[in-house]
């Protein structure tokens, strides 16, 4: 073997085949000194030259950071002009919703106005809440932009609250300004009023007007038994013996009915006014009435007949029980009264339908039979008539 190859590792190799050669450690006593200091040198020159290259990577990191920051991942943070939007929206919410939420607590009937007051309340309902939505899908828009800015003004502010309570004092004030003023000491101050011996009487105004209450208690009264007397007297004028235009009786279903009718009228000659149509008719089983109308050939006005119970008053024809042989009077009743001309006019030709029982009644009338009736009523309206001659 060389002096050189001393130095070097030995490599032996194994008499199995399978197992691999290996290498002898290198004996350090072997190695000279000389040998030595040139890999040491060796060795400080590449870390060396590895450390500047990892620096010069470094500062070109750094270099490279700094000319390009990282953006911060931006925060979606409310906006303080969605608050004030939202605050905004909800006060003009519960000004537009009070007012149709008042009239359904008081049982009162939805107008147009008031539905529309509904819609406005709803949609600024919901735009409150939605409003951060709507700034960013239109966030150039100029009513959005407008509308951030006029709920962050707090003159807007105060403008829809002075808004608010105009329309809810208004009213009050309105009436409040145009209602008389009442001086409740004047109710004790004196007054004269004229004496029927030609002089004057003095009294208080406590006293006139509880006068003027009685004078009104008393009126009441008289018109009352008025309306009592003129019912009687109605009622006596029913009574009166069928009509000769007609058979006497037709019996449909239960009830034996006189095909004729009978005006109810009061006065006479052209100043008569006629009160009602009279149906009449007698029952032969118990009787069960359903509806009961009659509708105009001259105007197709529909109008309900109502039931005359004798002494009582007028009823609906399903509220009233009708046995067996007994007076059956349905009214086509005018109010106001009706003068000649204006029943002709407007009831000139008629049908009646009566149902009851599972039954129908019904019949027609047409103008020459209505005018021969009104004729024998009233013959005063028909016809020439004498008149007061002229002095001049």
């Known amino acids: 073997m060389a002096a050189g190859d001393n130095d070097r590792p030995q490599v032996t190799q194994s008499s199995n085949p399978d197992e691999p050669s290996s290498i002898s450690p290198l004996d350090i006593r072997s190695v000279s000194p000389l040998a030595t200091g040139q890999a040491a040198t060796t060795a400080l020159a590449s870390l060396r030259a590895s450390i500047q290259r990892a620096a010069a990577d470094i500062s070109d990191e750094r270099d490279y950071v700094r000319d390009n920051p990282i953006s911060p991942k931006p925060v979606d943070k409310p906006s303080t002009n969605d608050h004030a939007v939202l605050g905004l929206c909800e006060i003009l919410a519960l000004m537009f919703g ?7 607590f008081r049982g009162e009937p939805l107008s147009l106005r008031l539905v529309g007051f509904i819609v406005a309340g709803a949609f600024f309902a919901v735009l409150g809440p939605g409003w951060p939505a709507v700034r960013k899908k239109f966030p ?12 962050s003004d707090a003159r807007y502010w105060l403008a829809i609250i002075l808004v608010g309570f105009l329309y809810a004092a208004s009213p009050e004030m309105y009436r409040r300004a145009v209602a008389p003023v009442v001086d409740v000491a004047t109710t004790t101050t004196p007054i004269a009023i004229p004496d029927p011996s030609g002089g004057q009487r003095i009294i208080t105004a406590r006293e006139l007007i509880d006068s003027i209450n009685k004078l009104q208690s008393q009126v009441n009264k008289t018109t009352g038994d008025l309306e009592t007397t003129k019912r009687q007297l ?4 029913r009574m009166t013996p069928p009509s000769a235009f007609g058979p006497t009786l037709t019996e449909i279903g239960a009830i034996n009915w006189n095909p004729d009718f009978q005006l109810i009228i ?8 006629i009160n009602s149509v009279l149906f009449q008719g007698t029952s032969t089983a118990s009787v069960d009435m359903k509806e009961a109308y009659a509708v105009s050939g001259m105007t197709g006005h529909k109008q309900e007949l109502m039931e005359n119970v004798q002494y009582k008053g007028y009823y609906h024809v399903d509220k009233v029980d009708i046995p067996s042989q007994a007076p059956v009077w349905l009214e086509l009743i005018f109010n106001p009264p009706l003068s000649a001309r204006d029943f002709l006019d407007q009831w000139g030709k008629f049908k009646i339908a009566v149902t009851y029982n599972g ?12 005018r021969r009736v009104l004729r024998a009523t009233n013959p005063g309206y028909f016809g020439p008539k004498p008149t007061p001659k002229d002095d001049k």
């Not at 009070?98 to 359904?104: D, H, K, Q, S, T």
């Not at 150039?140 to 709920?151: D, E, K, P, W, Y």
């Not at 009061?266 to 006014?273: C, D, L, M, S, V």
């Open 359 to 370: 039954t129908t009644f019904d019949k027609s009338y047409d103008e020459e039979y209505i």
């Open 140 to 151: 150039q828009q100029t009513l959005v932009l407008s509308v951030g800015r006029i709920a």
């Open 98 to 104: 009070l007012p149709p939420g008042e009239a359904l």
């Open 266 to 273: 009061t006065g006479g000659g052209p100043t008569a006014q």
């Open 234 to 237: 109605s009622d006596a004028q």
